[in-house]
């Protein structure tokens, strides 16, 4: 069973377009991270989110931990093809990376 | 800071074949660890050190992967013999540790089993 769940497996949209990825779980987190995979590349780090409730925000992209500290989702605001790629939320529980299944987002020009 | 360095890039073999990844973390990095990531899923953790040591190796499948960290630097992953199903990304990342750290990942070698 995966810790972490992911939604939607999949996003094609038109640039321009907002979207949201949620990242659920049954588990209480510390901390949640979501990362940014590029193909042919290792993931890259975009976010921590440590409080619940809290909200970070990354030039066009918007991060929420929830209030219980077991969801958390990413929201990017007039999409564009550079944001295309794999997005991974993970948590960091005993110096252990845990991921989730991955959000695979196209952006069409 | 020079990156996680993995090589090699690629690499395809025949099924019942051996075959080794290499992986030197960020400097300093004291955790180091092995992910497999088959393609579009999340990357699973195959094992975790901690300067030289295991911490956590539960999810190696131990009758064909074996790792070793030589003194607590540089990584190696094997696979002896290799399945069809062993066909993924093996992406090795490092970290300084604690609560809230960051992984840092290499560019992943894509291993294919023919």
């Known amino acids: 069973t995966q810790l972490l769940e992911q939604s939607p497996q999949f996003l094609s949209i038109q640039e321009g377009e907002n979207l949201t990825v949620y990242c659920n779980s049954s588990?209480?987190?510390?901390?949640l991270q979501w990362y940014r995979q590029e193909p042919g590349e290792g993931p890259v780090l975009l976010v921590t989110v440590v409080t619940g409730g809290e909200v970070k925000k990354l030039k066009r992209l918007t991060f929420q931990f929830g209030d219980a500290r077991k969801d958390s989702s990413l929201h990017i605001t007039a999409a564009q093809p550079g944001d295309t790629g794999l997005y991974l939320c993970a948590a960091n529980n005993f110096n252990k990376f845990y991921f989730g299944s991955g959000t695979k987002l196209n952006v069409k020009p | 800071e020079a990156g996680v360095a993995q090589s090699p890039r690629y690499k395809i073999i025949e099924k019942r074949q051996s075959v080794a990844f290499w992986c030197n973390p960020i400097s300093g990095h004291a955790t180091l660890y092995w992910y497999q990531q088959i393609l579009g899923q999340g990357p699973k953790l195959l094992i975790q050190f901690q300067n030289n040591g295991v911490v956590d190796d539960s999810q190696l499948p131990k009758d064909r992967f074996s790792a070793e960290r030589l003194k607590g630097v540089d990584s190696t992953l094997k696979i002896q013999p290799a399945k069809l199903e062993d066909s993924a990304v093996y992406l090795c990342?490092?970290?300084?540790?604690?609560?809230?750290?960051?992984?840092?990942f290499g560019q992943g070698t894509r291993l294919t089993v023919v």
């Open positions: 588990s209480v987190f510390s901390s």
């Open positions: 990342a490092s970290s300084r540790g604690g609560e809230g750290t960051e992984a840092f």
